[in-house]
Structures are given as structure tokens and as C-alpha cells.
């Protein structure tokens, strides 16, 4: 019914006005997307059949955003770091790269805390970026700008990444979906920092977007070859789910409480299910989830396989230059002369302390592969948990500062491997986005997906900002 040079045009012109007050696209290419956007309404015209096109280029003339840590040709790839201001992309990302040979048309590029390493995406070579539905709120980290920037309508779908909750903590405070796909299945090339040793297996690449239906589809063009590991053919009976729930982490002292509304919203889902598909919905209560933050944190400083030490953040904060004396950088900090942000600078001290606890951490990272086969065994082969994505709605700009380690609750699932949808459910009396996550086994990500998209048309998705 449309060209795909309307249907680009339109998004152009939502991100020239919202985007003034999200800063959300740091750097735009939309000169070369209306050129492919001609291409495209060319290629339609010549008419080689819909099904072949279907097939061959499954997102055709869809126009998408991408984290700005992930390579894209001709576009910035910083990572809001200082001495990196000058660094363009030379070629793409591996996933941006199937993601465009699908038919996509990157609008450009969006924003992210420095380095990816925190909750609030905001640096020092592009500022700091507002979140749609209250500009005085954060759109959350490390992939912000991405949620921000499909919450306000200004994308389709985009490219997140995720190590400590990057894609779902910006999907839960802006209301859209969000999968962190079970580790090792979608290739992370192609983004800075990458993660070494370790980590690799804690970092996932995964679909950010707007509608449920559309997360499977990017996901099996992002995961290309690797999505046979996965069961996305499987015909999903939701009868047939073993469905579980926990409402907390157990009460860890590192974490604030989880919000009311938060439960409520979760107590929702529960009842919804019970009611609508017969099933019982069986309470759990893990332990070990309360020591979520301690576990994450000794499992990304731990040597890998070959004994290798985790790179040190002080190291990329210096980017192949000088290391960072975070003391230093503080007391520049505080008369306004560091380039880096407080957090960045905080992170940077206590990897100082956590090396100090070698024992410990070693107790710690002992404890976190007991709780993976715990909650293996738990999930099963048809198991979904119902966990919170966050304790507290989207915080306040700064407010993060004061609660460092509540994005526990995402964090820890990244070091178990488990697959995870950020499912949003309508928003809170203030107007902000509620949500949960859905967790799975590995490799049963189709779980998830498909309770998403259930969970989607029970409780509305997505809400556009300034509706309510």
C-alpha cells in the first residue's frame, strides 16, 4: 500500500522530532536509507515474485536502529568512549550485516553508557539520553538508546547486547520487548568492548523491537547458521508449560526491594494464566538467586578455561592507550576535568577491591555453577520462570548512583546462560512501563518467545508515550 521511501521517510521524520528531547540517534545515515529505500521500491517494481523476495529478504525495506557499539559501516563506533571520538566503522557487525542482507535499512546509530558497563546511558561524547515516557528518567544501559529510540516509535526493530541485562533492563524501563537468546547462538563480533576470556560466554547479542512476533523472526537472521541450536520450528502448547514464579531475589542486601507495582503487575500474570489456560503456576523460592549480584560480579572477574584473567576494565577505559588511574580520574572528576563518567571511574575502583578476595570469589563462582544446574534441572525441557526484571520502575536521571547493583536481577542470568524475553505489561500509576522477564532452559528459547507473545495480547504491549 506504501513505498518503502514513504514508509522510511516517516520514520525519518519521528526521529527529527522526538529525538530533540531523547537523544536517543546519535548519528544518523538517512541520505544512504532513502537511497536503498529507492532500491528496494526498484527491486518491487521489477517484480520477482513476493514469495522469493519473502524468502530471500524476510525484513525487505524495514527500516531498523543499532546500538552504537556494534559496527556499522560509515557510522561511529565510540562506545562513548572520549579517545575514541574519532573511530568509524570500516565494515559491519556480523549481525548487522545479515540483519541488512535480509533487506533492512539501518536509520542510524543509537546510544549507550560508556564502555556499555552501566544502567544509565549516558557519556561523554554524546550526553545522556531520556527516556520517552519522562524525560527526567533513564532509559536504562548499556543498550538505552536503542529502547528509548523504538519506544518513541522512531524504529521498527533493533540491535542490542547484553552481559549484565543491556537489552532487557532498556526494554523494561521503555516498554518494549527484548531477548536475551541463550549464550553462544548469536554471534557478538563486531562490537566494542568485546568481551575476552571469561565473558564471552556471559555476552549475548539479541533482537530489541517493538511487537512480540518480531523477535523470532530477527532472531533466526541474527543467529544464521546457529539457529538450528535453537527449537524455533517446535509448535508451542502453552497448556503444556510448567510455569513458575518467584517474586524476589530472596532479599539481598545489595538490592533494593522489589516496587508494588512490580508485584502486582507479575500477580497479574499469574492469575491471567491460571484463569485462561487451566494451569497451576508453581511458587519457587532459590536461595542462591539472593547472592545474584555477588555471583555475576566474581564470575566476570574469573580466569577462563585456559587461565586466562578477565581483561580489566581500567585497561579499556584507557582503549590501547595509558591505563586509567581510577583514583586519579576521580579527583579529575570532581573539579570537571575527567573525560569519563562516575560510573565508569567507580567501576574502575571496585575491580581494584574484587581482586583483592581471591578466596572468595572463588566460593562465589563454585555457588554460581551449582545454581546453573539448579536451575536447569528446575526449568526442565517445558519450564518458564516468571522473575522481575527490575526492583524499581524507570529511576530517576543520577538515581542509579545510589542503587549500583540493582540490575542484579538481569545480571544473573547472563552468567547462567539461560535464555530471557523482556516482556513489557502496560504502565504504572506514574505513566512508566511495568514488565517481567520470562526465563527459560538453555536452548528453549521458543518458551519464551511464545509466551511473550501471548502475554503481548492479554496485557497490550507496547504503549505508545504520551497515550495514557
Known amino acids: 500500500k506504501v513505498t518503502c521511501v514513504e514508509v522510511v521517510e516517516a520514520y525519518i521524520e519521528r526521529i527529527k522530532e522526538v529525538n530533540p528531547l531523547i537523544n536517543a540517534v546519535v548519528k544518523d545515515r538517512f541520505e544512504e536509507a532513502l537511497q536503498e529505500a529507492r532500491q528496494v521500491d526498484k527491486l518491487l517494481a521489477e517484480g520477482p515474485g513476493d514469495d522469493y523476495l519473502e524468502e530471500k529478504f524476510p525484513f525487505l525495506g524495514v527500516p531498523i536502529t543499532v546500538k552504537e557499539a556494534f559496527s556499522l559501516h560509515g557510522?561511529?563506533?565510540?562506545?562513548?568512549?572520549?579517545n575514541r571520538r574519532d573511530v568509524i566503522a570500516t565494515c559491519?557487525?556480523?549481525?548487522?550485516?545479515?540483519?541488512?542482507?535480509?533487506?533492512?535499512?539501518?536509520?542510524?546509530?543509537?546510544?549507550?553508557?560508556?564502555?556499555?558497563?552501566?544502567?544509565?546511558?549516558?557519556?561523554?561524547?554524546?550526553?545522556?539520553?531520556?527516556?520517552?515516557?519522562?524525560?527526567?528518567?533513564?532509559?536504562g544501559g548499556s543498550s538505552g538508546g536503542e529502547g528509548g529510540v523504538l519506544a518513541a516509535a522512531c524504529s521498527v526493530i533493533g540491535v542490542g547486547s547484553d552481559i549484565g541485562g543491556s537489552i532487557r533492563m532498556p526494554a523494561f524501563f521503555n516498554g518494549v520487548f527484548g531477548h536475551k537468546p541463550t549464550t553462544g547462538v548469536v554471534p557478538n563480533d563486531?562490537?566494542?568492548?568485546?568481551?575476552?576470556?571469561?565473558?564471552?560466554?556471559?555476552?549475548?547479542?539479541?533482537?530489541?523491537?517493538?511487537?512480540?512476533?518480531?523477535?523470532?523472526?530477527?532472531?533466526?537472521?541474527?543467529?544464521?547458521?546457529?539457529?538450528?541450536?535453537?527449537?524455533?520450528?517446535?509448535?508451542?502448547?502453552?497448556?503444556?508449560?510448567?510455569?513458575?514464579?518467584?517474586d524476589h531475589d530472596g532479599g539481598s542486601v545489595f538490592v533494593s526491594p522489589v516496587d508494588k507495582e512490580i508485584l502486582q503487575a507479575q500477580k497479574k500474570v499469574v492469575e491471567y494464566l491460571e484463569r485462561d489456560l487451566g494451569v497451576q503456576v508453581q511458587r519457587v523460592s532459590v536461595h542462591k538467586m539472593k547472592y545474584s549480584f555477588q555471583i555475576w560480579s566474581a564470575m566476570m572477574s574469573s580466569k577462563d578455561s585456559d587461565g586466562q584473567d578477565a581483561q580489566l576494565f581500567t585497561d579499556l577505559l584507557g582503549d590501547h592507550g595509558k591505563p586509567v588511574w581510577p583514583l586519579w580520574e576521580l579527583m579529575k572528576w570532581l573539579v570537571g576535568m575527567s573525560s569519563h563518567t562516575l560510573p565508569a571511574i567507580?567501576?574502575?575502583?571496585?575491580?581494584?577491591?574484587?581482586k583483592l578476595n581471591r578466596g572468595a570469589n572463588a566460593k562465589l563462582v563454585s555457588m554460581g555453577k551449582s545454581?546453573?544446574?539448579?536451575?536447569?534441572?528446575?526449568?526442565?525441557p517445558d519450564g518458564v520462570l516468571l522473575y522481575p526484571s527490575h526492583p524499581t520502575v524507570a529511576p530517576r536521571h543520577h538515581s542509579p548512583l545510589c542503587m549500583p547493583f540493582n540490575f542484579a536481577y538481569t545480571a544473573i542470568?547472563?552468567?547462567?546462560?539461560?535464555?530471557?524475553?523482556?516482556?513489557?505489561?502496560?504502565?504504572?500509576?506514574?505513566?512508566?512501563?511495568?514488565?517481567?522477564q520470562l526465563v527459560a532452559a538453555s536452548y528453549n528459547d521458543h518458551l519464551t518467545l511464545a509466551v511473550a507473545r501471548y502475554l503481548e495480547e492479554a496485557f497490550g504491549g507496547w504503549v505508545l508515550p504520551g497515550k495514557a
Request: neutral net charge; proline residues 6%.
Open 346 to 354: 567507580a567501576l574502575g575502583l571496585t575491580e581494584k577491591l574484587v
Open 92 to 139: 559491519d557487525a556480523t549481525v548487522v550485516s545479515r540483519l541488512k542482507q535480509a533487506g533492512a535499512i539501518p536509520l542510524g546509530v543509537t546510544n549507550c553508557s560508556e564502555l556499555c558497563m552501566w544502567y544509565e546511558s549516558s557519556n561523554r561524547v554524546y550526553g545522556r539520553t531520556n527516556n520517552p515516557y519522562d524525560l527526567q528518567r533513564i532509559v
Open 75 to 82: 557510522m561511529p563506533n565510540t562506545s562513548g568512549l572520549v
Open 413 to 436: 542470568f547472563n552468567v547462567l546462560g539461560l535464555p530471557v524475553t523482556q516482556c513489557p505489561l502496560g504502565l504504572s500509576s506514574e505513566g512508566l512501563p511495568l514488565g517481567i
Open 190 to 246: 563486531g562490537q566494542f568492548p568485546i568481551a575476552q576470556g571469561a565473558r564471552t560466554s556471559f555476552l549475548c547479542t539479541g533482537p530489541m523491537c517493538r511487537y512480540a512476533e518480531d523477535l523470532e523472526p530477527m532472531l533466526r537472521v541474527m543467529a544464521g547458521p546457529g539457529v538450528h541450536k535453537l527449537k524455533l520450528n517446535e509448535k508451542v502448547s502453552l497448556e503444556k508449560i510448567k510455569f513458575l514464579c518467584m
Open 371 to 380: 545454581l546453573q544446574a539448579e536451575m536447569e534441572t528446575l526449568l526442565g
